[in-house]
């Protein structure tokens, strides 16, 4: 059955944050990973069911980390639906990039819906008990963010599926 | 270059440009200068349109092309890097031959002959153009309904000169493929060229990409032959990364890559409004396909461009562009054979089966021939030993099918000549191959006699040399001890390195002893030294099977008048000999 929606959702984030172990995680893997390092990007397939709108293709594009060695090719990031900033919460410099990633998806996709993954939340010791953890995190790092955070685990799967659902949910309803 | 020069040779170039179509097909395949193109024109006058070798000086090349003797060696210098020719000093003189063209004359020839007819037509077209009457721009117009069926009237001519070339030359053909061909032409009618003609230069639409210029989402696609390939939806999107990222790299802002070619097949990329089609495409496409092309995306266009202004992902009401698509891969590909995949597979298996057969079929045969090239080898050598005395040949024979080859040695070229005529005798051997070597028998024999004498000199004096050494280490033990110390440890490490290099000589372990504490005990002990030691040497890489242990005995030693200092000691010697003596 041919899907009612295909969307383009970018995930942009500093290198080794964990974009393409998040996608690993639950996407089924056609292309090499060298083309990250070649040209920048890889695409994968994600197939979702959402209720109510039926069958839906995410199509992720993992873009490689955005640091002073390479600079984000923009027409990577156009025409996308939605795009998932992902930062590594053992490493204080990629929740800081949180807010330049924002401006750039700001910049050039300005009407797509966006959402945080605070990723590797298995290496933190007080995930399970605090449930205000991304607050915390966000307001630690004076990023007034008004769009959805998750707490995310590449490693054990954590909230990865429900990051993508909600998003993909977000961009059909609107 | 001089100015009149260059004048010359631009009218020479051109005059054998008209007249030689191998030197216009050369020039254009090397893009080669104007000196090298008359110079090459002058050879391929000289060789008779490359037909002869010639041996000549360069001035004499330099002479007929109007150039200076360095220039025409610089040139002839610069041909035989092309490969179009091949030269050889040979004394004062040079030898210049042709290569080989991959293309074959009649080929060039009929291409040269299109080219004249369509030349004939541009110069038509050049004279109404300067005419000032009509707009230049609107002459294409104006003139298409005239120009055009002159044109396909010309195209139909050139095509039919084509036809009868290929007939001409697939008449000579033999191949399960022609035959094939040779059936549908007489089952549909199509004369066979025409035949052969679609299916061995038609190109052919794989699959087709409709992809949404803003998202790079995937609208729609369709393919020749149905596959469970790669995902197209990624496909499709890494196409989109791969053309943003040399739009990009190369800073082409308004050029944007527009084929991929890879082996026989490509995608091409065309660009719309709001989306654009990537086509792969097996050969190569003709104008009318692109014509066809245009106009499927204008219709694409026409139909969708609301739906596409506003697409965001929503796929609803883009379902027919698949049908569309598969319709104009379909009419493009019309009459050529499709080959569904489980088809194929069957093929497969059919040819698998068949080369299985024709495997299992010559190996047989093969056996066959095999079994009766050796009867035959056994029965020809049977005869030439019944016909010659022993000493006289060491020969071998080998028959393949009709071909006999014998080989090793006879001792006079007359025994050669025997065994050639015993062997010409069998009727089934047409050919005889002799390979055999002439040599005297009882020389060699002799030879080999004096090699063997010298070499068992030699290994006597090896082991009287050994027996020396050994005989020279006497391996002393204190008084009721049989364990190995560092002083022992020593005499076997200096008996190992004495041996280590001649596997085939064994040793006798010989113990002595004092008187004290009676011959029991002094055998006993003497056993557990001689054991000690064979352990040891046998411990380092010895052979143990080399080392011997003797009963114990006093008088071995004590017979010996070299040992007669060791009396009332106590110790161990090596006594070297041949293996098996």
Not at chain 2, 27 to 44: E, M, Q, T, Y
Not at chain 2, 143 to 159: D, F, H, N, T, V
Not at chain 2, 463 to 481: A, D, N, R, T, Y
Request: proline share 3%; charged share 25%.
């Amino acid at each position: 059955m041919n899907p009612a929606y295909k969307l383009k959702i970018i995930m942009l984030g500093d290198f080794a944050v964990g974009k393409t172990s998040l996608i690993r995680r639950f996407v089924y893997d056609e292309f090499n990973d060298s083309y990250l390092t070649t040209i920048g990007v890889k695409v994968t397939r994600k197939e979702l069911d959402i209720a109510g709108c039926g069958k839906t293709d995410l199509l992720l594009w993992d873009i490689a980390g955005n640091d002073k060695f390479t600079t984000i090719t923009p027409e990577y990031i156009k025409g996308a639906s939605g795009g998932i900033i992902v930062a590594d919460i053992t490493r204080k410099n990629t929740v800081e990039s949180i807010a330049v990633n924002a401006e750039i998806i700001e910049k050039y996709i300005p009407d797509a819906a966006v959402a945080v993954a605070l990723n590797k939340i298995d290496l933190s010791d007080d995930s399970d008990n605090n449930t205000n953890l991304a607050d915390e995190i966000m307001k630690k790092f004076n990023l007034n963010w008004n769009k959805p955070v998750m707490l995310t685990s590449a490693k054990t799967g954590r909230n990865v599926e429900n990051l993508l659902l909600n998003l993909a949910a977000s961009i059909i309803k609107r | 270059m001089k100015d009149y020069i260059r004048k010359d040779i631009s009218i020479i170039q051109k005059s054998i440009k008209l007249e030689s179509p191998i030197l216009r097909h050369y020039i254009r395949k090397h893009n080669l200068s104007g000196l090298d193109a008359v110079i090459l024109g002058v050879l391929i006058d000289l060789t008779g349109q490359r037909k002869t070798d010639i041996r000549t000086h360069y001035n004499v090349i330099a002479s007929h092309a109007g150039v200076s003797d360095m220039e025409a060696y610089h040139s002839i210098n610069s041909l035989h890097r092309y490969r179009i020719i091949d030269t050889k000093p040979v004394g004062n003189f040079i030898h210049i031959s042709f290569t080989d063209i991959g293309e074959t004359i009649e080929e060039i020839d009929l291409a040269e002959q299109n080219a004249k007819k369509i030349k004939k037509l541009e110069s038509d077209v050049s004279y109404l153009k300067s005419k000032k009457f009509v707009p230049s721009d609107e002459l294409f117009d104006i003139m298409m309904p005239l120009i055009g069926r002159i044109i396909r009237k010309k195209l139909s001519e050139a095509l039919k000169d084509i036809v009868n070339y290929i007939n001409s030359r697939i008449e000579s053909l033999t191949s399960f493929t022609l035959w094939k061909y040779r059936f549908q032409s007489y089952r549909t009618g199509i004369p066979l060229a025409e035949i052969v003609f679609r299916n061995s230069i038609p190109y052919l639409i794989e699959e087709v990409l409709l992809i949404d210029r803003k998202t790079s989402v995937l609208l729609a696609a369709a393919s020749w032959q149905e596959h469970a390939g790669t995902d197209r939806d990624i496909v499709a999107a890494m196409l989109s990364a791969v053309k943003d990222f040399i739009k990009t790299s190369f800073n082409k802002e308004k050029n944007y890559l527009n084929e991929i070619s890879f082996g026989d097949s490509k995608i091409l990329i065309f660009e719309s409004v709001y989306f654009y089609s990537a086509v792969l495409i097996y050969g190569h496409p003709e104008e009318d396909f692109f014509n066809s092309l245009d106009s499927f995306i204008n219709s694409i266009h026409v139909k969708f461009r609301q739906k596409l202004k506003k697409f965001k992902g929503n796929m609803d009401g883009l379902e027919p562009m698949n049908i569309l698509i598969s319709d104009f891969i379909n009419k493009t590909n019309a009459g050529i054979e499709r080959r569904p995949v489980e088809t194929s597979y069957t093929r497969l298996k059919v040819i698998a089966a068949v080369c299985a057969a024709v495997i299992a079929v010559t190996i047989i045969i093969f056996s066959i021939g095999e079994i009766r090239d050796y009867r035959l080898e056994k029965i020809i050598l049977k005869n030439i030993e019944n016909s010659l005395p022993a000493y006289a040949h060491d020969i071998d024979a080998d028959v393949d099918g009709e071909i006999l080859t014998l080989t090793g040695s006879v001792n006079s070229p007359q025994t050669g000549d025997i065994i050639t005529k015993t062997a010409s005798a069998f009727p089934e051997i047409k050919n005889i191959v002799n390979k055999t070597v002439t040599s005297d028998f009882r020389m060699v024999e002799k030879f080999t006699e004096d090699m063997s004498a010298f070499e068992n000199k030699f290994k006597d004096l090896e082991l009287l040399f050994i027996k020396q050494e050994l005989e020279k280490i006497v391996i002393e033990f204190p008084s009721g001890v049989s364990a190995i110390g560092e002083n022992q440890t020593f005499q076997i490490k200096k008996i190992f390195e004495i041996l280590k290099g001649y596997p085939d000589i064994d040793v006798d372990i010989i113990a002595f002893n004092d008187t004290t504490g009676g011959l029991d005990i002094n055998r006993r002990l003497a056993n557990d030294r001689m054991n000690a030691i064979k352990n040891n040497l046998s411990g380092l890489g010895i052979d143990k099977k080399k080392i011997h242990i003797t009963d114990f005995n006093p008088d071995v030693i004590n017979a010996d008048h070299r040992y007669r200092d060791y009396k009332n000691t106590r110790g161990i010697i090596l006594f070297a000999r041949r293996s098996g003596n």
